[in-house]
């Protein structure tokens, strides 16, 4: 080997490493990232809830009914755990997927997001009905969050062929915050 070759592949090998050497000094850097990201210490934001669009069909059964509503989130993530209500024996969760409907045990809030209980979707149902709404009254439902206190709204009764429009987002139902968690039962 002559030292022409030497000295280029010794040049080769100090150009390799130091291009190396950079290359894992900026992601070393970009790892320290600007405290944004999810190693940040900073504590998560608290979940900002809106309830609206909320109605419940009048029951075309006497012991059962479905609930909807549009669960707007403007802070961090949180679960729709339960709901309940004074006129059901048991406020249940449940998701439809291929026609098939199945009880859920919570819902994901996503953080800046929505979650929507819709005809054909998630929904609520209320089991055991104590008495059968009507058409114009408003039923008292308040829901369990893992993270929130839990909000209490009133939710009309439309008539049993209701469906709401598109990009419909009224906030029909008034929904007040509880302060304690002592409202709830079993959770």
Excluded: W
């Amino acid at each position: 080997m002559s030292h022409r070759t030497t000295t280029r592949t010794a040049t080769r090998r100090r150009a390799l490493v130091g291009g190396a050497i950079a290359l894992a000094s900026a992601l070393t850097l970009a790892g320290c990232g600007d405290g944004s990201g999810p190693g940040d210490q900073e504590t998560p934001r608290k979940p900002e809830l809106k309830v609206g669009g909320a109605y419940i069909p009048e029951p075309t059964m006497d012991d059962m009914a479905a609930g909807f509503f549009t669960l707007t989130n403007r802070g961090g993530a949180d679960k729709l755990t339960s709901a309940t209500s004074d006129i059901a024996g048991a406020v249940t969760l449940h998701s439809t997927k291929g026609g098939v409907m199945k009880e859920q045990k919570s819902f994901d809030v996503p953080a800046g997001g929505k979650l929507e209980l819709a005809s054909g979707g998630n929904h609520l149902m209320f089991e055991k009905l104590k008495r059968k709404p009507k058409q114009g009254e408003k039923v008292a439902l308040t829901l369990h969050f893992r993270t929130s206190d839990p909000i209490t709204i009133e939710v009309p009764v439309k008539e049993a062929t209701y469906r709401p429009k598109e990009g419909h987002d009224s906030s029909n139902a008034s929904h007040t915050p509880q302060m304690s968690h002592s409202s709830h039962s079993s959770h």
